[in-house]
């Protein structure tokens, strides 16, 4: 059986891993991976600058969802687990002017210490009396099980009031999804968190036995010595193995164009080989089965000839854009804060989202006494930053660190990243818009989506994606004794 997977980012490799492993234990598939770009790892992009590991973007994964975790296991890369420093975990929030820490045992909104949010200069006091009144964590609950979706904004102003909104949820979600709580849904966001809070609890045991694994205490992000990009070169090595064995074959430099049904046979059958794959450059393909690795608006893009209703659910889902500026200093600059970083709320009035004092949060990040800021900006807040230069951006974290910092110094070095539409935005609706998506594509047997657009947007769950259509590929293979 021909396999094609789309996109050669995290979930593609870790589907294209899984296949290969499958078919060297037998499962008869070759498997071919399309790649537009001239390199794997889409957005994970580590590169080293004198003695500086630097992400482009995303440094880490969440320890507890343990998909991440698991993968890397697989790929023989435990003892290069790197736990986050969380002894020294403490986050800011800019308010009025000056960085308030975030209440110890807040996450989002839910917490199971009152006394921390009680006393913060974060909540007014009228949003203390409804944390005190409401209960927090069961309110949590009550955002997982509404039926009712709503946005964000709706949901937390009604419950803590504006306080609540603005000093602290609207800059959180502004720095994981780059979103605006008005549109945000609170039945895919919140619900989120809260089923992390919950998993926090219930996955003890699973830490516990990382803990015993890497030999070391389990935090609360893991990344690998190298960096990311440890991950992906681990699994081109297992590619280029499967490579060699003929089951797999690397097409980088191919950007697919359209997705093509091969005619149902007279009885309405699926056809085997059932799509055709056309590349950029007139180049096509025949396969049975195809794992679109890709953001949600490409996988419209290419699905379009063969179902504009799926198209247009697909193009539904909005995406934002990201920078990065990281700021390297080979000697410290003085007075940094302690902890792992700020964020900014959208009543600061300024461009950056977030910055990360990546040389608190993780080891072997920056030389010895100097020191790593990542900063964010983008996001819902600014479209079309990313079209600005890079002397711009870096003038712009600049000046706005100075201003909350006090940073004068300026960096030994600097480096910009760019990503255009990466962040998937789970608006309101956002679920249900998925259901119908899944509904509708199961009308087309072999086509599998698999990416951070439909069920969580961090790396885990990324390959969480990739290992389920990988496992619906393999039954589909009749493979299910693999
Ligand atoms: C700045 C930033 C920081 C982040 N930080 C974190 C973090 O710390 N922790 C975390 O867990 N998550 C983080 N995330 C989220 C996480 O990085 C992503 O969800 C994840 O990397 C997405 O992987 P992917 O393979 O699904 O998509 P991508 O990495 O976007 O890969 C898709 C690939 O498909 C290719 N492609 C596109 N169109 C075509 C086509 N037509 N034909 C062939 N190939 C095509 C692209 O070139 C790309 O290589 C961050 C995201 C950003 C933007």
Same mark, same amino acid.
């Given at each position: 059986?021909?396999?094609a997977?789309?996109?050669?980012?995290i979930?593609g490799l870790?589907?294209?891993y899984?296949?290969?492993r @499958?078919a060297?234990a037998?499962a008869p598939?070759?498997i071919?991976?399309?790649e537009a770009?001239?390199?794997?790892?889409?957005?994970?992009?580590?590169e080293?600058w004198?003695?500086?590991?630097?992400?482009g973007?995303?440094?880490?994964?969440l320890t507890?969802?343990l998909?991440?975790?698991?993968f890397c296991?697989?790929?023989?890369l435990?003892?290069?687990?790197?736990?986050?420093?969380d002894?020294?975990?403490?986050?800011?929030?800019l308010?009025?002017?000056?960085? @308030?820490?975030?209440p110890?045992?807040?996450a989002?909104?839910a917490?199971?210490?009152?006394v921390p949010?009680l006393?913060?200069?974060l909540?007014?006091?009228?949003?203390k !009396?409804?944390?005190?009144?409401e209960g927090?964590?069961s309110?949590?609950?009550d955002?997982q099980t509404s039926r009712?979706?709503?946005?964000v904004?709706?949901?937390?102003s009604?419950r803590f009031g504006?306080g609540?909104l603005?000093?602290?949820i609207?800059?959180m979600?502004?720095?994981?999804?780059?979103g605006?709580?008005?549109? !945000?849904?609170a039945q895919s966001?919140?619900?989120?968190?809260?089923?992390?809070?919950?998993?926090s609890a219930?996955?003890t045991?699973?830490?516990?036995?990382?803990?015993?694994?890497?030999?070391?205490?389990?935090s609360?992000f893991?990344?690998?010595?190298e960096?990311?990009?440890?991950?992906?070169r681990?699994?081109?090595?297992?590619?280029?193995?499967?490579?060699?064995?003929?089951?797999?074959?690397?097409?980088?430099?191919?950007?697919?164009r359209s997705?093509?049904?091969l005619?149902?046979?007279?009885a309405?059958?699926?056809?085997?080989? @059932?799509y055709?794959?056309?590349?950029?450059?007139g180049?096509?393909?025949e396969?049975?089965?195809?794992?679109?690795a890709?953001?949600?608006?490409?996988?419209?893009?290419?699905l379009?000839?063969?179902?504009?209703?799926?198209?247009?659910?697909?193009s539904?889902?909005p995406y934002?854009?990201?920078?990065?500026?990281?700021?390297c200093?080979?000697a410290?600059?003085?007075n940094?804060?302690?902890?792992?970083?700020? !964020?900014?709320?959208?009543?600061?009035?300024?461009?950056?989202?977030?910055?990360t004092?990546?040389?608190?949060?993780?080891?072997?990040? @920056?030389p010895?006494?100097?020191?790593?800021?990542?900063?964010?900006?983008g996001g819902?807040?600014?479209?079309?930053v990313?079209a600005?230069?890079?002397?711009?951006?870096?003038a712009?974290?600049?000046?706005?660190?100075?201003k909350?910092?006090?940073?004068?110094?300026?960096?030994?070095?600097?480096?910009?990243w760019?990503w255009?539409?990466?962040?998937?935005?789970?608006?309101?609706g956002?679920?249900d818009?998925?259901?119908?998506?899944?509904?509708?594509i199961?009308n087309y047997?072999?086509?599998?989506?698999a990416?951070?657009?439909?069920?969580g947007?961090?790396?885990?769950?990324?390959?969480?994606?990739a290992?389920s259509a990988?496992?619906?590929?393999?039954?589909m293979?009749d493979?299910?004794?693999y």
């Amino acid at each position: 059986m021909r396999v094609a997977v789309l996109g050669g980012g995290i979930t593609g490799l870790a589907a294209a891993y899984m296949l290969a492993r @499958a078919a060297s234990a037998a499962a008869p598939l070759e498997i071919s991976l399309f790649e537009a770009g001239d390199r794997l790892g889409g957005l994970i992009q580590t590169e080293q600058w004198e003695d500086f590991i630097l992400e482009g973007g995303p440094d880490s994964f969440l320890t507890e969802k343990l998909d991440a975790i698991a993968f890397c296991r697989e790929l023989g890369l435990e003892s290069a687990f790197l736990g986050s420093n969380d002894a020294r975990r403490r986050t800011y929030i800019l308010h009025q002017g000056r960085l @308030a820490q975030i209440p110890a045992g807040m996450a989002l909104f839910a917490s199971r210490r009152f006394v921390p949010a009680l006393i913060s200069p974060l909540f007014p006091l009228e949003t203390k !009396l409804r944390i005190l009144r409401e209960g927090l964590s069961s309110r949590a609950a009550d955002a997982q099980t509404s039926r009712r979706d709503e946005s964000v904004a709706d949901y937390i102003s009604r419950r803590f009031g504006p306080g609540m909104l603005e000093n602290f949820i609207e800059p959180m979600l502004a720095g994981v999804y780059g979103g605006e709580p008005e549109n !945000l849904s609170a039945q895919s966001v919140l619900s989120r968190f809260g089923q992390s809070e919950e998993r926090s609890a219930k996955l003890t045991r699973g830490k516990i036995a990382i803990q015993k694994g890497a030999g070391k205490s389990a935090s609360i992000f893991t990344t690998l010595k190298e960096g990311m990009g440890q991950l992906t070169r681990a699994v081109e090595r297992q590619l280029a193995l499967a490579e060699k064995s003929g089951i797999f074959r690397l097409c980088l430099r191919q950007r697919v164009r359209s997705i093509e049904r091969l005619h149902l046979d007279r009885a309405g059958e699926t056809p085997r080989p @059932a799509y055709g794959i056309h590349l950029e450059g007139g180049t096509h393909f025949e396969v049975d089965a195809v794992i679109l690795a890709l953001p949600a608006f490409e996988c419209a893009r290419l699905l379009r000839p063969i179902s504009s209703r799926l198209a247009d659910l697909l193009s539904s889902i909005p995406y934002t854009s990201a920078v990065t500026v990281a700021l390297c200093y080979c000697a410290a600059p003085p007075n940094l804060p302690g902890g792992f970083g700020f !964020l900014v709320p959208r009543s600061s009035g300024g461009k950056l989202l977030a910055c990360t004092f990546v040389h608190n949060k993780f080891d072997f990040r @920056a030389p010895h006494g100097g020191a790593l800021l990542r900063c964010f900006l983008g996001g819902a807040r600014q479209p079309g930053v990313e079209a600005m230069e890079n002397h711009e951006l870096v003038a712009i974290v600049l000046t706005e660190l100075r201003k909350i910092l006090n940073l004068m110094k300026e960096p030994s070095f600097s480096r910009v990243w760019r990503w255009p539409q990466a962040m998937p935005q789970y608006n309101v609706g956002h679920a249900d818009r998925v259901r119908e998506i899944e509904k509708e594509i199961g009308n087309y047997p072999g086509l599998f989506l698999a990416g951070n657009a439909w069920s969580g947007v961090g790396i885990s769950d990324c390959i969480r994606t990739a290992k389920s259509a990988a496992t619906k590929v393999l039954q589909m293979a009749d493979g299910s004794h693999y």
